[in-house]
């Protein structure tokens, strides 16, 4: 049975810092693209980040990109978001999904966890 669980989300001030973590069990992680998606209140899914197989090729959406960094340790089964730079419109519902091909597109994945909720105070 695949489970995945993510962890490290909280309430923090504009400017702060988070890191969130995502484990895989039940699957060969490392035969896994895994991603980052969050959704707001009344907001669709959308994709934040999403990274290869092997640790490289990150990707990530622009209202993201250079304040967060996506990373993986496949020995631990384990994927991270470090969030810098938080801003109030980054709050979210944060979910971790494993998928079989690469990109921000929610339909390439195929397991996804609970969430964890990130609330970023003005």
């Known amino acids: 049975q695949v489970q995945v669980v993510e962890s490290g989300g909280g309430l923090v001030q504009a400017g702060g810092s988070l890191r969130l973590s995502c484990t895989a069990s039940?699957?060969?992680?490392?035969?896994?693209?895994m991603g980052w998606f969050r959704q707001a209140p009344g907001k669709e899914r959308e994709g934040v980040s999403c990274?290869?197989?092997?640790?490289?090729?990150?990707t990530y959406a622009a209202s993201v990109n250079g304040r967060f960094t996506i990373s993986r340790e496949n020995a631990k089964n384990t994927l991270y978001l470090q969030m810098n730079s938080l801003k109030p419109e980054d709050t979210a519902m944060y979910y971790c999904?494993?998928?079989?091909?690469?990109?921000?597109?929610?339909?390439?994945?195929?397991?996804w966890g609970q969430g964890t909720q990130v609330t970023v105070s003005s």
């Open positions: 999904a494993a998928g079989s091909r690469y990109g921000l597109q929610m339909g390439n994945y195929v397991y």
């Open positions: 039940g699957l060969r992680f490392d035969d896994y693209v």
């Open positions: 990274i290869s197989r092997s640790g490289g090729f990150p």
